[in-house]
């Protein structure tokens, strides 16, 4: 008996209390505003102010520059202290925290998050106070429809480009960096599900003599977006892009490399997935390699409570009411060991501002 006393008092112990648990709620509701105080804070160009006056401004002069209400404005900066976006000196005055002048004021920075927090607030939240009807219906809402509304889409913040460079540049490459030397000499790239092309538009800087073929099935704020940009910048002789349905491929051994990049967990329905991995491996010459980045999304319970996933199960969830289903690893694996790639590799690497990413690695030798 008291064995079994202890026992208990030991699972009692081990167990969050009811106060530790309401914290928990309480900080997901901060974080909450949290997002719009930040949303708020890009949208009047606040940060762009505070980044411009490093040893501190105080909100009346912030009211003044930006032609807001000064009242409002000493709540805000006070509440922007609160959630450590800014720091206090003397006088009353403020200036960024450390960071924050990349993350928030710097929209050509890649590491900038101020669209993202926006888009939270003005396109995620909305679409999210629907989900209670979605969920008892089951309705299924339209993927293309939203990018076609979605402004970053129609026209990319500055960082957006500086991002895919990054992402090239320090994830991809270094893992095949035989594909850089062969772009240099001509090669060829596919990039399907190419968007407003901003991958393209920056391999095209890099590797002057590449030829680049993009394919997407979206045109309003995708590949309406990348022509104009590629006319406007001159590269109609390098890059090509044009509209296809992934599963309708029909290049052969063509290309030196295919690209997906947060596009996979786009094709639906999933039984489409392994036929568009056959055509991504039809159309690779040998040796050509397929390299897919998206969000890594967990392949078991106990990894849902790891952070490296966090970026994967929000994906998710904002994306389920378009029918997006996240791959894991493992499904991952056998779809292109049955499409014919091998070797095949899988790593997990940074991708701010969204989060964790994976990126397969699958070679037709």
């Known amino acids: 008996m008291a064995r079994q006393e202890r026992s208990q008092a030991g699972t009692a112990s081990s167990s969050p209390s009811i106060e530790e648990q309401a914290d928990l709620l309480r ?15 890009v949208q009047l160009g606040l940060f762009e102010q505070l980044a411009a006056h490093p040893k501190g401004i105080s909100y009346q002069e912030l009211a003044e520059l930006t032609g807001c209400h000064a009242p409002y404005l000493r709540v805000w900066c006070s509440t922007a202290y609160h959630y450590r976006l800014l720091e206090a000196v003397a006088g009353g005055r403020f200036h960024l925290a450390p ?4 993350l928030l004021a710097d929209r050509a920075s890649p590491d900038n998050m101020a669209t993202v927090m926006v888009s939270a607030v003005t396109e995620q939240g909305p679409r999210m106070a629907r989900y209670r009807d979605y969920i008892k219906s089951g309705e299924v809402g339209s993927h293309a429809e939203a990018y076609g509304r979605n402004p970053t889409r129609l026209d990319p913040p500055k960082n957006q480009e500086a991002l895919h460079r990054r992402m090239w540049l320090e994830r991809m490459l270094p893992k ?31 590797y002057p003599a590449a ?29 090509t892009c044009q509209p296809m349905k992934a599963e309708e491929m ?49 392949g078991s319970l106990e990894e849902f409570h790891d952070p490296r996933f966090g970026a994967g199960v929000f994906s998710q969830y904002q994306e389920m009411t378009w029918g997006t289903v996240h791959p894991t690893q493992e499904e991952r694996h056998r779809m292109l060991s049955k499409a014919g790639f091998a070797p095949i590799n899988h790593y997990l690497v940074s991708g701010p501002p969204q989060g964790m990413n994976y990126l397969d690695v699958a070679k037709k030798l």
């Open 27 to 41: 900080n997901f509701r901060r974080g909450l505003q949290a997002v719009h105080v930040i949303a708020t804070g």
């Open 250 to 298: 029909a290049f052969r051994e063509e290309f030196d490399a295919v690209v997906m990049t947060s596009v996979f967990h786009e094709i639906l329905p999933v039984e489409l997935r392994e036929n568009v991995l056959r055509c991504c491996h039809r159309g690779l010459k040998r040796p050509g390699v397929l390299l897919v980045r998206d969000s890594a999304y967990p």
């Open 176 to 206: 095949v960096p035989e594909l850089g030397e062969r772009l240099a000499k001509g090669g060829r790239l596919l990039d399907v599900g190419c968007g407003p092309g901003l991958l393209l538009l920056q391999l095209a800087v890099m």
């Open 99 to 102: 960071q924050m002048d990349s």
């Open 211 to 239: 030829q680049l073929v993009g394919i997407d099935v979206v045109e309003a704020g995708g590949l309406e977006t990348a022509r104009r940009l590629i006319k406007e910048r001159g590269f109609e002789s390098q890059i």
